[in-house]
């Protein structure tokens, strides 16, 4: 690691991307991979520690540490972990397809993720079709001697008799182009309006002219709608005349290659241009998406003239320019919890110098713009309904509340939910585990994969699927641990102890043994734990037990995907009647939508992420005790999941053996 | 003039400025002058019309179109138009003393200028001090597990708590620092404001949090006040924490070199770059200014926070970078009356990037931030007393009013004023006549010129007294004609006809005699009817005379050399009591430096910008008639100055033979 480099420029080939690029000799891999644009996947961020971006060195010479991610065998094979690899000669490398970031995911999660899917009973409903965003054709008289006032008196005259508006404010870029733009078609002209701040009172929402063009352009008169996620980008192009969603697009966010979760991205952004590279990769991802989106319509850009985003905090931050820095110290404050609207370009998002890009406000740290954007967006703050909105993921959000009230929290559940830490774990692409069932008399399974793929490894969905399933089995006990006494081969001893075999080697795309292992099912019960603990410590300083929880909202691309039985037969879920609970995939791209779409949305948001009130879970002593009440499945007090509770000491009376008394 | 140039590069060097710079074999001299900064002067901006970019080749070879302003026997001595001029081989050109552009009048302007030397009769009164920008001082509370909300709710709370004050709107660039500033110093800082939008109702008016630095750094608090005229710029540092003036500065206008008159410069913004050269002009001459103000005090750029400009429409419309076109085409409709402020680094403007630029409204093309800045200064708008405020130039602007009303018009009353059209006409530099006499027997002229240099031209001031000389002592009559009777070698024949020579070749520095003609007679007979048509028109049209007017303020640079008497005389100032009349030297920066002591002024200036009524004289009928009547010395109408009448025919009972009967 000490050797000099000469700084000699190399040629490294990827595949199956087929990118060519040339570094300097001593370049670390997995950044001339992400620079190059390899669709590399690397969940820890390039610390070594997740052995996610292994990679196959087909020809040439690279300077590498070897950790216990790799084995000698694979070492021998000629593969290594790309961040901890240093290029020596002119290289061709392989991602293998555990490596590699899938786009065949993203369709799929595109049905669910985005557009009109959500059960109306939870959408925000009674507000009136009032976009912050307007387009308004005006017919100026020309000036004359008797009548030779400003170009700019001249337009807001005109704006105050057609449109009763005064008072307006007016971007500078608006009067610098004005003189041209009023005499390009005979003093007709379209202006578009922005309100840029939101009062509580509609009346006294002024909105500023931010953009002129010559004739009448009021047709065309798009806006964008994004949820920027850890994990993917959503968008959608918005037709403000209509009211419609015309086009939707999705993609992985760009920062991915930086890391799986906001705390190695936040890590991240504290190196020299950390933060500057993660912004322009979420910026990357977006510019895709909008191009996408475009081009679905053969629209033109310059006819988008508003783009509001909701994300989590980090995300939004980052997006922004913002240093999360704070974010995950003690005690865990962020920058600003409302943003101005900030001119998109300026970002570096490909739109007209004019279009600004509003973030939704968030509550805290861990509580950001998606959550207020799904609350906003399922209308919690518009009935006295007593609702639970949950979004499940690593960071885990939970809000409990109505139209008076809401209190939230955020749980760290891990990446579990997402595949990470699980020996065989993979995000939810094309060849993970996701459906499985299992014979009670053979132990034998039946798994289903995503695309219908050959098994590659385990889902998060597939996950809980399977864990509930080795359950109700009687595979493992509550405790997670299995039953060694059934006659399968299916039931070894692997190199982390206990294993469960899935698919054997012969029927995987890897080529070996995909497994799920006691540390596997160790890893889930700690994250379901933790959002159980969160929510019920969030229930009991509310003094509500789960029985009144009228509605249950699950939203997130993760949300959407798990089965709700078998979610609550493992302890994730509340054991509620199950017509209480409504899936709406993503939520905080709805309430993005709608507040495109009505500004008393847009002023609801405020409010909302004003009333919220955040617990912070680490500070709660309570939360400690309900976690570790909550390491079994479904729980340590059967009180708590009494028809799942029921349904296990039916089927067998026979305990595991360390069972504890309840 | 179709020649093909090579592209070869040549050297050119100017004397004396001693400024070397190589350009493209081909180019234009004067391009090539005013690009390397050598102070050339340009009163038509390079058409070729003014003659007064003439320059001596000394060395090498020019391709030079001859036009009438050089005389055989200077072409053959090497004298060429600059502006004709296009090198074509390796040059040494010398800049002559009367092509010069001198800084010596600078400081004696500035006496005049700037800095309290108003009257206080003519000052605005009665406002208490509150700047548009503030500083404060904010210890916040260092955020706990118990109270970790954003660091921005944490710093408007802070304000809110230590100075009350709610609602505050913030710049997004200061969100992106809070996290660092606030930690740098133990969360002590100091935050800068500014009221951006002036609301009429002070309780209304919300500032905007502009910048953050870490600590205490309210002691040092500035500002800058400037007056952005078309010859010169004047600037003023500001100690905002003591409410004075700690610094003065003014330079040339750096847009002189391509056109001495607004229209000129209009002309030159419709080229291409042309707007943008005349804006980096003047941008680079503030930037001087700037530099100089700061150099007087030691002080840093980084303490100042906001910066006040007044200019004439032309004026603030090239230093914003918006279109002055059709500020020159009937009907003479500016882009806007009303400046957003501007982010100043956004314009060039060296300082930092926090500091926003608030441009005085105008009311019409002609009718600028200047004359708002000018009348809020003085204070017409505070009394009741009927005021005539007059800003004497090219463009002469008249304010006629009081506390209730006001009217307003601007006439061209063309270059005279500054000497231009002028056969020996110059700008008040060095060696300019100014001061004149004449013995009534001998006809002998007694002189002084600025600076008590050997004289080398007449500027405008000198010009209004010699020839209210001349008419005193009848060696004009009242039409402006020479009274060819007189024994006297003085007046003489030239080639623009009937001459008075005021300086012998051996007297002067030019070595030529320095002559006034009739024809200069007549263009200063044509600049005061223009004037007092102009007022005239005005006074009538709301149905007062000259002896209604309670109080008679002169501003301008040029105004505050006149001689009152001398310019009565004349009939460019109306013939009231002497001690009605203030002279107050730069009404613009006054007004500019009281808005930056008092958001009352800066909202002042908006209500008097939309108060005063602009009178387009091109439109009026009675202008014209009023112009012609005004064409005789002092006027066709005795009565109208019955003073000068009076003296005059006292004097002498003898008529000129072409006099009009009255």
Request: with cysteine.
């Amino acid at each position: 690691m000490t050797k000099d480099w000469s700084g000699k420029k190399v040629r490294v080939h990827f595949d199956p991307d087929n990118i060519d690029t040339i570094v300097a000799e001593g370049e670390n891999l997995l950044k001339a991979a992400i620079a190059a644009g390899a669709h590399i996947y690397a969940s820890c961020g390039g610390a070594g520690t997740c052995g996610t971006c292994k990679v196959l060195i087909k020809k040439g010479e690279v300077e590498s540490t070897r950790t216990e991610k790799v084995s000698e065998e694979e070492y021998e094979q000629g593969i290594r972990q790309a961040c901890q690899s240093r290029v020596v000669t002119d290289l061709v490398v392989d991602i293998p397809v555990e490596s590699r970031l899938e786009t065949a995911v993203l369709s799929r999660e595109a049905k669910i993720a985005v557009g009109g899917k959500e059960p109306t009973a939870a959408i925000a409903t009674g507000w009136s079709f009032n976009p912050p965003l307007s387009k308004l054709f005006v017919k100026l008289l020309p000036p004359t001697s008797k009548d030779n006032v400003s170009d700019l008196t001249r337009l807001l005259r005109c704006i105050r008799r057609q449109y009763h508006l005064s008072n307006m404010s007016v971007d500078f870029d608006v009067v610098r182009k004005l003189p041209r733009v009023l005499r390009q078609k005979n003093w007709q002209a379209t202006v578009t309006t922005l309100v840029k701040a939101v009062k509580t009172k509609a009346e006294r929402r002024k909105p500023t002219i931010i953009n002129i063009g010559p004739g009448n352009t009021s047709q065309k008169h798009y806006s964008l709608a994004f949820d920027i996620g850890t994990t993917t980008v959503c968008g959608q192009l918005l037709d403000l005349n209509r009211g419609k969603v015309i086009a939707e697009g999705i993609a992985y966010n760009g920062q991915i290659s930086y890391g799986a979760d906001v705390i190695t991205r936040i890590a991240y952004s504290q190196k020299p241009e950390g933060l500057k590279q993660l912004q322009q990769a979420v910026v990357a991802t977006i510019n895709q998406v909008i191009n996408e989106l475009l081009a679905q319509r053969q629209s033109d850009v310059k006819h988008i003239g508003h783009m509001i985003v909701a994300g989590n905090t980090t995300m939004t931050d980052i997006l922004l320019g913002l240093n999360p820095k704070y974010i995950r110290l003690a005690p865990y404050t962020p920058v600003a919890n409302f943003f101005p609207p900030v001119k998109a370009n300026s970002l570096g998002i490909r739109v007209g110098k004019h279009v600004y890009l509003s973030a939704f406000p968030s509550v805290a740290s861990y509580v950001g713009g998606d959550i207020v954007s799904g609350v906003v967006g399922v209308g919690i703050h518009q009935r006295k309904k007593l609702t639970f909105y949950m979004d499940i993921g690593t960071n885990g959000e939970i809000v409990i509340g109505n139209s008076d009230w809401m209190v939230t929290a955020a749980c760290s559940a891990g990446p579990a939910f997402e595949g990470g830490g699980i020996k065989h774990g993979m995000i939810a692409a094309t060849g993970a585990i996701e459906g499985f069932d299992i014979s009670p008399s053979s132990s034998e399974p039946e798994i289903h994969t995503i695309g219908g793929a050959k098994p590659r490894g385990i889902c998060g969905s597939g996950l809980i699927n399977i864990v509930a399933g080795l359950l109700e089995a009687k595979v493992i006990g509550q405790n997670g641990k299995f039953n060694t006494d059934l006659a399968t081969k299916r039931i070894r001893k692997g190199s982390d102890g206990y294993e469960y075999v899935l698919s054997w080697a012969h029927e995987t795309q890897t080529g070996k043994d995909i497994v799920i292992t006691e540390v596997d099912i160790d890893n889930l019960i700690r994250a379901k734990a933790a959002m159980y603990a969160g929510y019920q410590t969030l229930t009991k300083s509310v003094g509500i037990s789960n029985a009144d929880l009228e509605q249950a909202i699950i939203a997130g691309a993760f949300g959407s995907h798990i089965d709700i039985e078998k979610s609550i037969t493992i302890g994730l879920l509340p054991d509620i009647p199950r017509d209480r609970f409504i899936f709406v995939g993503n939520g905080s791209l709805t309430g993005a939508r709608l507040t495109s779409f009505s500004t008393d949305i847009l002023d609801d948001a405020r409010k909302v992420a004003l009333m919220m009130t955040n617990l912070e879970l680490s500070e709660r002593a309570d939360f400690m005790n309900n976690y570790v009440a909550a390491l079994f499945l479904p729980h340590t007090n059967a009180d708590e999941f009494p028809g799942v509770s029921k349904r296990l000491a039916k089927v067998t009376a026979r305990k595991s053996r360390r069972r504890l008394t309840v």
